[in-house]
């Protein structure tokens, strides 16, 4: 595409005057630039300069043929494998190393909104994905994916693995993905909102709902991880969960948008027209849900779904949760978000918005995902291997627990054993009553997520069984 050509020229020059910090005359710079840029002559290199002088780039010194350019910057910064690099703008995060083709995407997207071509949405960039014949994620990098995000649980029911993790991923997702938002919510203070029911001083109301519905948000994935799937209902779900309380019209909540939105700092229109909206929105899921391989379902997800904006806001958050559907489905490492540099997440997408080209996306889920293996696996590490019959009789042991608990009744054997229905085999029922009396004794204020509780409904049971 002509801009992407463009760029890699201004890299290039950059790059050639990068070795002159005194300074290198057009002459000599043309003699350098030939075998590399043989197709530009003088004017066009004149032109390229000037561009360069005015994005802050580069400065010159001395006039007409006494003229020399140099980096306007030689501030030596180290690049993530160690490298020194004194060409400005070519990484803006040195943490998140960038492939050569999201270097040129994050250059494209952060020239002025005047130098960028509008764009409406293409429903050709959806149609012309097929599933399993098309990948944005190249084979070898999927094949990464699995090897570092294979878990203990890979061959258990869907969901056990995030529900290893539940407590520490819903703190960590909540606040990382409401933080991309612009929330001022601290890690500590959404452990207090979530675990305690705490909310920060000095923050604005919505900041404390956002967190509050991610938070719902990630339950229901979790807990309803065998009925929800890519299709129109979860996500509408998903949206209305997320978006709670924090829309103008509140009818708008889990329903497709009637009305045109603006993406700020953007020069990308997405479509206005609800039949257009309707259709490739319902065909989008098709699509992810007929990809064979989870991590591909997952980005697909972060491409698609923010660059059709099917609803009036939160579809940054709701891609982001349903990138984690596929994965906790296949008891895969959850993608948490934790640390990604905001900037470069919003020029990600910019580069899908405005140039339908995914390469900058790819390389933040990478290293995003990298993070987030880091994190759940040096966790479950330390975990005991899961207990068969607590997986074969999950649902019965939250409904025991819910039951005792909302009752406000004592955890006694007589108690538990009159709530056991006969889904619990003959054999099963003195082990299971001990697993419930083990974890009622257990339950805390940090893990009645786990169980569906509400904090309320614990206060209230532990004040009614608190010795006089």
Request: proline content about 6%.
């Amino acid at each position: 595409m002509p801009r992407k050509i463009f760029l890699k020229e201004f890299e290039i020059i950059l790059k050639v005057i990068s070795d002159y910090p005194e300074g290198i005359g057009i002459s000599k710079l043309e003699q350098r630039l030939s075998p590399l840029l043989s197709h530009i002559n003088r004017r066009s290199l004149q032109r390229r300069l000037k561009n360069l002088v005015e994005q802050g780039d580069l400065q010159f010194k001395g006039n007409s043929t006494a003229r020399v350019y140099q980096l306007k910057q030689l501030s030596k910064s180290k690049s993530p494998n160690g490298i020194e690099n004194s060409v400005p703008g070519i990484l803006i995060e040195p943490d998140i190393p960038l492939s050569p083709d999201g270097k040129i995407i994050q250059e494209v997207v952060r020239q002025p909104l005047m130098k960028r071509r509008p764009m409406g949405y293409h429903r050709s960039f959806l149609e012309d994905y097929e599933p399993g014949v098309m990948f944005y994620l190249p084979v070898s990098l999927r094949e990464q994916f699995h090897e570092m995000g294979r878990t203990s649980a890979a061959a258990l029911e869907a969901g056990t693995y995030a529900r290893d993790v539940l407590s520490r991923l819903m703190i960590d997702l909540s606040w990382a993905s409401s933080r991309l938002e612009g929330n001022t919510y601290n890690h500590l203070d959404t452990i207090k909102l979530i675990e305690f029911g705490q909310a920060a001083e000095g923050k604005d109301v919505i900041e404390t709902q956002m967190i509050l519905n991610h938070k719902a948000a990630i339950e229901m994935l979790i807990h309803e991880i065998d009925e929800v799937g890519f299709n129109p209902f979860t996500f509408l779900n998903l949206h209305a969960v997320l978006s709670e309380n924090l829309l103008h019209d509140e009818t708008a909540c889990g329903r497709i948008r009637k009305r045109p939105v603006d993406i700020s700092g953007s020069v990308y229109h997405p479509t206005a027209m609800p039949q257009v909206l309707e259709d490739c929105f319902r065909l989008l899921l098709k699509k992810a849900e007929a990809i064979p391989d989870p991590f591909e379902q997952s980005f697909f997800i972060m491409v698609q779904l923010p660059y059709l904006q099917p609803f009036e806001d939160v579809n940054k958050r709701v891609s982001r949760l349903g990138a984690n559907l596929p994965l906790i489905k296949n008891n895969l490492c959850p993608l948490s978000f934790m640390d990604v540099p905001e900037k470069t997440y919003v020029e990600a997408l910019l580069g899908v918005y405005e140039l339908n080209q995914v390469d900058l996306l790819v390389d933040l889920y990478t290293w995003a995902y990298e993070r987030s293996c880091q994190r759940y696996l040096s966790i479950t590490q330390t975990m005991k291997e899961p207990d068969p019959l607590r997986i074969r009789y999950r649902d019965p042991l939250i409904r025991v627990i819910q039951s005792i608990v909302r009752n406000r009744k004592s955890p006694t054997n007589d108690n538990i054993a009159s709530l056991v229905d006969q889904n619990i085999r003959e054999e099963d029922r003195a082990a299971f009553i001990q697993m419930v009396k083990d974890a009622l004794t257990h339950l805390h204020e940090g893990s009645v997520a786990r169980y569906r509780l509400k904090l309320s409904e614990y206060q209230s049971w532990k004040m009614a069984n608190s010795p006089a």
